[in-house]
């Protein structure tokens, strides 16, 4: 349990919660800040490197939780999923000054539980020890697609290397992920 | 098929954002039309979305919370300010039915909510001021504005009920020892505004606690109150599941904090006529 979570809720499944929350119940969204407030702010700065920056997306996602709850769609994806891609969504549109792409979370429903915090670090253990396996030429351009949404070529650019180079780095990285995380 | 888009892992690479040009819209025309390779791109925004747990883990300031729960009262405040002003014509035309001091608690449930939302807006700004001058942003200055306009209204409002020259005209009851009264407007879309008075004061270790009671099933906790040195109480906009049909509304006393279930004394009790 993170500290600061109120004991009421830390047992509360996210569906309780997110409806308390369209209910306009402010202690339900702290409850659900204390649950994936850190994850949501890690991802965004991971992607910025910018304190300021990364506060401003945190809070502005939950802002939204708080604004939409009441047409949170369990069916569509679950919230946790939604948090972190929306995390990373956001920060990268602001990375790259692009303009908001909306969040599409359909279809990662089942597989990303991130709801207990044991399930949770569970799944951290095995992404962190996936990536750490890899070799460090493909660890980083994963890196610099994921947490910098570049694409192959500018994947290319930025390291110098060449773009076949680049895609064969990224293309063995995910198929060695593939094999761990398989959802 | 053999035409599916080879190797597996580009419908990895295209959920990561990494693909483009030629190898983009080869796949995204074929991914159109093919239902089982749908599929595959779904299992890959799956696996990629897992990506965002390698983030090294930092924690946020406490300062963010703080922030976002002052940004989220207030804006609470200034809807139910919206709501109940706006409830009060329609409750109005109905004053023919209400109890001899109904308009007077209209007025005291209007006014509250006013100075409450006043109150909120001008806590909301003082933190809006403390948080431009931490970020150096310029963002909030809209919704500041929208604050501003709202805070400025009711200010006017407050301004009439509270001006000197100003009659004010206090109804009581007829009756020696007037007796508790409470009255409940309920919109099962909008919410619940309820005034209550003349009720005995309570000791600390009790509490008066609202009760929903639904054409179906148990009766369903609208909030508790205390009451003022005079008897009066209110629960403005309690938060309760939308579009509940109400059959009747009663107040009990409970424990300090309150009960799930009524579980004392009924001090009011009203059908829904």
Known sequence: MSPGLHNEDAGATDLDLIRRVAQGDELALAGLYDRYGALVYSVAYRVLNDVGAAEEILQDIFYQLWRTASNYDASRGKLGAW???????????????RQPVETTTEGIAASLDLESSVARDELMAKVKSACDGLPLPQRETLELAYFGGMTHSEIAQRTGEPLGTVKTRLRSALQALRQVLNP | MSDHPQPAEIFDEYALGALEGEELRALEQHVKDCPECQ???????????????????????????????????????????????????????????????????????VALAIATGVLALRN???HTRIQSLESQQTQQAAHEERQAAKMARAEAILDVLTSPNTLK???????????????????????????????????????????????????????????????????????????????????????????????????LIGAVS
């Open chain 2, 124 to 126: 909301h700004h003082l």
């Open chain 2, 39 to 109: 599929g595959e791109v779904q299992k890959a925004r799956a696996r990629v979305a897992l990506l965002a747990l390698s983030a090294p883990r930092t924690a946020p300031s406490s300062a963010v919370k703080e922030r976002l729960m002052s940004r989220v009262a207030a804006e609470r405040a200034g809807s139910a300010q919206d709501r109940s002003r706006a409830s009060a014509p329609a409750a109005a035309q109905k004053r023919g039915s209400f109890w001899n001091w109904g308009i007077a608690a209209l007025a005291a449930i």
């Open chain 2, 169 to 267: 005209v206090s109804l009581i009851s007829a009756q020696a020892h007037p007796v508790p009264q409470g009255k409940a407007f309920y919109n099962p879309a909008k919410g619940l505004v309820f005034y209550a008075a003349n009720l005995p004061h309570l000791p600390s270790s009790q509490t008066y606690q609202l009760w929903l009671v639904p054409e179906q099933g148990n009766p369903v906790s609208a909030g508790i109150f205390a009451t003022d040195s005079r008897g009066n109480g209110e629960v403005l906009l309690p938060p309760l599941p939308p579009g509940i049909a109400a059959k009747a509304f009663a107040v009990t006393v409970e424990p300090a904090g309150g009960k799930p279930q009524p579980t004392g004394a009924k001090v």
């Open chain 1, 83 to 97: 948090l972190l891609v929306s995390a990373r969504n956001r920060a990268i549109d602001r990375l790259r000054r």
